[in-house]
């Protein structure tokens, strides 16, 4: 409990801020300063088998499991205190935490995705650990939400623009959420995932900062939320963590979630078997190494003739600044679901 620097709130210790300054000085070094050269003969036959491609993965996989290790020692050594402040956060503003305790976590959604052991499920202060993991991913370049609001810029409401009800599918620690509704202020938000030590963090986060929005603990493919209700609905990488069976089960869900005109955002990776071949590289790394099992399939998929087959009109694809791909698609009038 040792405040917040701007709206990222500080480790239990000084000592703990010091070693994730470290791993993400050292990741930082591995993508900015090692990858590129591993990139220039990433096409070469035998690249894979490379020693430095193999000291790279390596130290890709330690630097993740030696950051998650840290934050949970760190966290676990203040459990209570954790615990009490999660459950004060719910006390403070009751109505918005939405959760049945009869909910069952599907087998596929229990993986230590990222290496992180428990995953989003596992670890009742995975939503701390997580946030503090995802710094370092983001190699500090996300510190004030900032990935997160350009994400949310590059939503796209009805033409109409009336926006009443907003979605964030697999909203995590409700980073998009809270920036969805600075954008559509008059909006009801919600962020919905499937993992409930995430949503009571960014319920307590959302409480901290003073945003008024709604998390439910869900499943994007079965939401059990009303039909034809929604103007605006994001899936920020979502897709590429969920079993390729769900792909078309998602997007039938998030059509009738809509209303008539109402668009989906997708930001996740791009759909592209024919990638350079230092990316194809670092998706196999993260698939097999990185615990990102499902993204392969979603990178092959044809997302964009999926979202026809569920009934949207496609209105835009386009690539970010980031290595990450922004579609956006429309239910139209008359649509039928
Ligand atoms: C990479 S994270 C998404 C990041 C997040 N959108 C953000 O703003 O940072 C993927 C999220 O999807 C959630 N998830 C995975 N499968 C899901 C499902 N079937 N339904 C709902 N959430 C799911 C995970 O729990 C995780 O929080």
New binding site residues.
Partial sequence: MRGYQGVLPRTPSLEDESYLGFMESLRNQNILQFFPKIAAFAHEPNAEGDPRVRLWKRLMRSQQQQTWEKLQQSFDSQRAAYEDELAAAERARPGRLHADPTFQV?A??TLD?HLQPG???GDSLAGYV?HHG?KVFYQGANDQDEL?RQ?VDFVSAPESGEVKRVL??????????TALKQRFPAAEVTG????LP?LRYAHKRAVDLDIDVHFRH????DTGLPSGQYDVI?????F???PER?FKV?LAEVFRLLRPGGRFTVVDAPNNRNLPAANKLWLKFDARYNCEPYSPAFVASDFQGLLQEAGFRVLESKPTPTFLHCTVAQKDDGASG
């Fill in positions: 599907p596929y959604a995705i995953g989003y499920v997580f995802t997160h994400v964030d599918l697999g909203c995590s620690i409700g980073q998009c959420t919905l995932d499937v993992g995430l869900g499943l994007a493919e994001l899936a920020y990488i979502l590429h963590e969920v769900l998602i």
